[in-house]
Nanobody
Framework: QVQLAESGGGAVQAGDSLRLSCAVN?????MGWFRQGPGKDREFLGF????????TFSNSADGRFVISRDNAKTTLYLQLSSLKPDDTATYYC??????????????????WGQGTQVTVSS
């Protein structure tokens, strides 16, 4: 049974918006979003506390992305706006299941989705 499954990626133009989804089929404390551009390290974007819905963004966030979940707690979302070519990356959702973890780092997450590709052309 697939535990996390991203969808919604695609090829868009600069300035477009896109909403990524991640189907969540496990118990978790937080759900995070990461991305990995070509030739780059995987980058933390933000996470949402799965029960409370509180969101924490990366210090480098510029306000163009919104993280949310549905009330049934089965789907995680990442709304991407005003997309730029530099946003081209594979986007991953991940589940953080340990209370003592640092959820701003890759090592804070226990289960990862397969990723969904976003390509932004100028």
């Amino acid at each position: 049974q697939v535990q996390l499954a991203e969808s919604g990626g695609g090829a868009v133009q600069a300035g477009d918006s896109l909403r990524l989804s991640c189907a969540v089929n496990i118990h978790t404390i937080v759900m995070g979003w990461f991305r990995q551009g070509p030739g780059k390290d995987r980058e933390f974007l933000g996470f949402i506390h799965w029960t409370s819905g509180n969101v924490t963004f990366s210090n480098s966030a510029d306000g163009r992305f919104v993280i949310s979940r549905d009330n049934a707690k089965t789907t995680l979302y990442l709304q991407l706006s005003s997309l730029k070519p530099d946003d081209t990356a594979t986007y991953y959702c991940a589940a953080g299941q340990r209370f003592t973890a640092d959820f701003t780092t890759l090592s804070g997450y226990d289960i990862w989705g397969q990723g969904t590709q976003v390509t932004v052309s100028s």
